[in-house]
């Protein structure tokens, strides 16, 4: 038997096949082709067609509004003369919308530090602490993923009526902060309970409790994770509309709810509802690409995991 058919019978006949063959299998092949030319051309004119409503919503926005009337964005490739910045001009001066952007961030910032840190410190206590009915605490906090927003519209919004925070900015954060809070323990506790136990412990025997456990060894490991879980908080929160229009302040609303208003009685004020509209679209993608190293570390990090 010669060395080829020992292997063969020792792979069976799926490994056998590949042996004498000697045919990279599927997967080889596959990510050899990944790797062309053809494929990074494919992806790049991807990420271009992806990028080109933001691309023409900023074009837009400089362009004064008998342009904008009378042809598209891409003129601007062909006249460059007529870009201006009048229209951010405008923007500056008009306080409800510039109102509407301070408004979002108060909403924004608050409602996703809360939802990472205490989203933090209960994945770890779901993950290594022992308290009775962990497990059952735990399964809820997985239910509670599946509840749509619109079912707790009507209800909390008596509620908030009944306590006096309908139509606040702390009403809307209370809101975002808890049906933000499941899928946070969701990915959190997961995430620490992939640290290995003999580093806990290693710590634990050092001397250091459960808080200093916390903040210097789980904290540190899990950033990844917390930088991914932030920045899908902050952009949740921003681009929303729904929350924000039921229970926002109708004197001071986000910038969502103000550009809509805006829309609804100035149809044609275009001159505004670009720059505002763009300026709205461009501070998630600020937090980002800031933040994008710490959130493909926490995707590939739970990938492997």
């Given amino acids: ?3 080829v058919e020992g292997v063969a019978r020792a792979g069976g006949g799926r490994g056998a096949g590949a042996v004498v063959r000697g045919r990279p299998s599927l997967v080889a092949r596959l990510a050899a082709r990944a790797g062309g030319g053809a494929v990074r051309v494919f992806l790049v004119l991807v990420a271009l067609f992806w990028l080109m409503p933001t691309v023409g919503l900023l074009l837009s926005s400089l362009r004064s509004p008998q342009r904008i009337g009378e ?7 062909a006249e460059p003369a007529q870009i201006t910045f009048d229209n951010y001009g405008r923007l500056l001066s008009n306080g409800k919308v510039m109102g509407s952007l301070l408004t979002t961030a108060e909403i924004t910032v608050p409602a996703t530090v809360l939802v990472v840190v205490i989203g933090a410190l209960a994945g770890y206590a779901f993950a290594w602490m022992d308290f009775p009915g962990r497990d059952g605490w735990f399964l809820v906090v997985v239910g509670l993923l599946v509840v749509p927003v619109q079912v707790a519209l009507i209800p909390v919004a008596k509620l908030f009526g009944a306590v006096g925070l309908f139509e606040t900015t702390a009403g809307v954060v209370l809101f975002h902060t808890a049906f933000g809070l499941p899928f946070a323990v969701f990915l959190l506790r997961n995430f620490f309970a992939e640290i290995p136990r003999e580093l806990l412990e290693a710590a634990r025997l050092d001397g ?17 994770a917390i930088a991914s879980l932030g920045i899908f908080q902050f952009l949740w929160v921003w681009n929303d509309m ?26 044609n004020n275009i001159d505004v509802l670009a720059p505002g509209a763009f300026l709205s679209m461009v501070v998630p993608l600020i937090v980002f690409f800031a933040f994008q190293r710490q959130f493909v570390s926490g995707v590939m990090a739970g990938a492997v995991k």
């Fill in 1 to 3: 038997m010669t060395a």
């Fill in 71 to 77: 042809s598209g964005w891409w003129r601007v490739f």
């Fill in 208 to 224: 250091a409790g459960e808080l200093r456990l916390f903040t210097r060894v789980v904290l540190p490991l899990g950033g990844p």
């Fill in 242 to 267: 729904l929350v924000a229009l039921i229970f926002a302040d109708s004197g001071s609303p986000p910038i969502t709810v103000a550009l809509q208003q805006e829309v609804r009685q100035f149809g």
